[in-house]
């Protein structure tokens, strides 16, 4: 999307010098840019540079004469305001909502239903911390979108998560967030199996993949919504501009959706994770009992497991909700079930759980080639039902009919099963 207004802040950081090829990027593809540098980013960029780059001085002193109230127009001119590099520095100050200087001021003044998108960049300790990712949460909460950094070698020569991601990632992630349509919402997708530790090496899980997950945020976010993918460690990200969270047990999803839902207002959540029907009730070791997630297990003992059944946590999503018009999609496995027994496992789901839509597929059609999961989608109180023949088609569809529980007027398009 050309011509649209961008504010791009940048505080103290060696990647400063990188951030000026995101800044020269959005300018050449027809975007007008005014950039706020920091006292600290000073030290890295001169004035003359973004002003070469975007034909603009940049602002720096909130206190300068003649310039009292340009927090206030920088922050109503901005279709769109990114700070990058964001310094764990700078997390923190925004997070506590500090306004004694420029940047801070534009970041409390700013029209708050316009995408803020924050580029971290910072050693792989100072990312990790926990008063960062306290800030990084909070200001998520508030409805910042994180640039998730890369990891590898960092400027100072230590390795590890904090490097500022590429140029070319974050126009795409600024790009998506100025083409969100008018009716964007937010959407929550989980994804992936949730796995119990029985020892210190093995765990319970299943065989979910996570890529049914991980395909449907990717293309609720080309669609321009905001997504959140709350995935299993082992199962795939969808990649910027998606937000990324990781849960490996029940017990860590059970608590992510809780924390999430209760803080946000999530307009869908999409519920394709592959939730463990049970969990360890107790482990037995040569007749001893054993604590389940301990020591690694010698082999040639003998092992016996009791099994615990587990709450349905899709059951329990509109109750967490702070948004009471939530909408929830579920998704119901079978292995080999006929028709009849599909739909009411189908039927059943929808009258237990109160959700909105359902994703039926069966085990027994998945195909070969990657992606071939046949689906059909199922809406409450409605008799058609939808087919689809792969995770692709299923992303289209669903993207459809999310769109038409928000706006029921609109048409649509596809082609439904009587």
Known sequence: MSGSNILFVLTGSIAAAKA???????????????????????????????????????????????????HIELARWADLTVVCPATAHSINRFAAGLADDLAGALLLARERDRPLLIVPAMNPAMWSHPATQAAVTRLREWGARFVAPGAGRTACGEVGEGRMAEPEEIVAVIESALARPVNARRILVTSGATAELLDGVRVLTNTSTGRTGAELARHFAAAGHQVTLLRAASAPAAG????????????????????????????????????????????????????????????????????????????????????????????????????????????????????????????????????????TIHRRGDSAVIACADRAELAARLTEVLELIANPSTPSSHAALP
């Open 240 to 375: 910027a501009p998606v937000a990324d969270e990781t849960f490996v047990s029940f017990e860590d999803l059970d608590r992510a959706l809780t924390r999430l839902l209760g803080a946000a207002d999530f307009d869908a959540v999409v519920h394709a994770a592959a939730v463990g029907d049970f969990g360890i009730g107790s482990l037995w070791v040569d007749g001893v009992e054993w604590p389940p997630g301990g020591a690694k297990l010698d082999s040639g003992r003998n092992v016996l497991l009791e099994l615990r059944p587990q709450p349905k946590l899709v059951d329990t999503l509109r109750e967490r909700s702070r948004n009471p018009a939530l909408t929830v999609v579920a998704f119901k496995l079978t292995d080999g079930a006929t028709a009849p027994a599909a739909q009411a496992a189908v039927d059943t789901l929808f009258k237990r759980a109160r959700v909105d839509v359902v994703v039926h597929n069966d085990n027994a059609q998945r195909g070969a080639a990657p992606g071939q999961f046949p689906a």
């Open 20 to 70: 000026c090829a995101v800044v020269s990027a959005l300018v050449q593809r027809g975007h007008r840019v005014r950039t706020v540098i920091t006292a600290a980013g000073l030290q890295f960029v001169g004035p003359a540079t973004l002003e070469g780059l975007t034909g603009e001085a940049p602002q720096t002193d909130l206190f300068a004469p003649g310039t009292a109230l340009d």
